[in-house]
């Protein structure tokens, strides 16, 4: 890394202690960005670095509500408005246990960059909380919702601040905050939120969006080395809205996706992965992978394991953050990877992204990879703004067009910055590129 800004890194790190994730994600990007600062030296000049790892406003909340059995339960809320030089906070909130500042200023500061290459006029932000909705009932998950949104709701707004979904945060926690965020403002700001249900301001394609998108950019990568979905061998990981839109496209466009996971386990599928069924089981029924097993015959589920063990030509995480770590990535490479593709959020460790771009395998980057999906919320703010409705065909030729341009924006500045095939350079500068502009035009704020 530059010394210059290991400087600034160490500081960072320094100020922010205990937060793994957040200092991984910051690290990532700093180590592209030495080029940058020697044809810009006003961005060090402008102390760009240091005011774009320190969010403008952090939130931190309690969250009580009252569980089935009439106890109460408390929760932690978060919302870090990280930066809004591009346009209001934008960014997913997440419920899971696992959830703490550290996880939400990760998320939050790949947002920016992520937006930023969207070209969508969004700036970056990350919320959620530590509740597990698993195992909860509709009616304990709309009470968490509703308490979440009555603190949330006095620091949100169309112009300040839009969250959507992440892990854990789908269409009925969307609809749930949406009503409180109505009830107590009095309001139908439909740009407030974006998932939302479409017979009440959502967009078509917002849910499948990230999932499609991730698979239009990893085509548009396989494209450059004369490649294409078709005929390859996929293992997805993870089976949540990501990961199941992820396989529909992939298959569409001729992949056969063998394999996919959840916490417990995965399954494997030669013949390929049967959408419908696993649209049923865990989007419908709510239920575990495992059940596949029992009503398809050619589905063997694994209990436990990597689903990383599988063979592919194509990897397309959409899981979790380091859920692929370097001995995963050795293997695949071994056994005859050819493009990885993240549906999630830094699903590889670094050790990974290193095994894969030593070996000049096609790595697409989540920031660049999966911003399908806000790209897609950012069309629905649009459509909200203008009181109107798209087509799905004219909604997916709109995300299409997106992930075309993310793709061909991050392979024009590797060319540009002399390191051809780098997604991982031309997405951190790409991304950096815009926002720093943009702040530095807006002074010092
Ligand atoms: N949570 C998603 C992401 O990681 C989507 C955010 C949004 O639609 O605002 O980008």
Redesign the pocket.
């Known amino acids: 890394m530059d010394a210059r800004l290991e400087a600034i890194r160490d500081t960072v790190l320094a100020r922010n202690p205990g937060e793994g994730e957040f200092h991984q994600a910051v690290t990532e990007v700093f180590e592209s960005l030495g080029p940058v600062h020697d044809r810009h030296p006003e961005f060090l000049e402008g102390a760009v670095l240091e005011r774009l790892c320190e969010p403008e406003r952090q939130i931190i909340f309690r969250v009580p509500w009252a569980d089935d059995a009439g106890r109460f339960q408390i929760n932690r809320g978060f919302r870090v408005e990280f930066n809004s030089a591009l346009g209001p906070f ?5 419920f899971h246990p696992s959830v703490n500042l550290g996880i939400v200023k990760f ?1 939050g500061f ?2 920016i960059f ?2 930023a290459l969207t070209g969508m006029p ?1 700036g970056g932000g ?1 919320g959620g909380s530590d509740f597990d909705p698993r195992g909860r009932s509709d009616a304990e998950v709309m009470r968490f919702c509703q308490s979440f949104m009555t603190e949330l709701y006095r620091h949100i707004g169309e112009y300040t601040d ?6 854990g ?1 789908g269409g009925r926690e969307i609809g749930y905050l949406f009503g409180q965020y109505k009830r107590i403002t009095n309001r139908y700001e439909s740009g407030v939120l ?2 939302k249900g479409i017979s009440w301001g959502g967009s078509l394609v ?1 849910p499948e ?2 999932g499609y998108g991730t698979v239009i950019f990893a085509a548009e990568m396989l494209k450059t080395r004369g490649q294409s979905f078709d005929g390859q061998r996929v293992v997805v990981s993870g089976s949540g809205n990501v990961a199941i839109n992820a396989i529909a496209k992939a298959q569409s466009l001729g992949a056969t996706v063998v394999a996919c996971s959840d916490s417990s386990g995965y399954i494997v599928d030669e013949a390929g992965i049967d959408v419908a069924l696993l649209r049923q089981i865990k989007e419908v029924e709510r239920g575990r992978l495992k059940e596949h097993e029992t009503r398809r015959s050619a589905v063997s589920y694994v209990e436990g394991g990597s689903v990383w063990d599988i063979d592919a030509t194509v990897a397309l995480p959409c899981a979790t953050q380091n859920e692929l770590d370097g001995d995963a990535a050795a293997r695949l490479v071994r056994n005859g990877l050819l493009a990885v593709g993240e549906g999630a ?1 830094m699903p590889s460790t670094r050790a990974a992204v290193a095994v894969f771009q030593e070996a000049g395998i096609l790595y697409g980057p ?1 920031k660049a990879a ?2 399908g ?6 069309l ?1 703010m649009q459509q909200n703004a203008s009181r109107d409705s798209w087509s799905f065909a004219h909604t997916e030729e709109r995300l299409t067009e997106i992930m075309v341009g993310i793709h061909d924006r991050c392979a024009a500045t590797a060319d540009e910055y002399g390191d051809p095939g780098n997604y991982v350079l031309g997405a951190n500068i790409g991304g950096f590129v815009k926002v720093a502009d943009a702040m530095l035009a807006q002074g010092l704020i």
């Not at 999906?373 to 950012?378: F, P, Y």
């Open positions: 934008k960014g997913g909130l997440r998320l790949e947002q992520k937006n969004i990350k839009v969250p959507a979904g992440d892990i945060v974006t998932g917002r969006a990230t959020n989540g999966n911003a999906g806000v790209a897609t919320s950012a629905e």
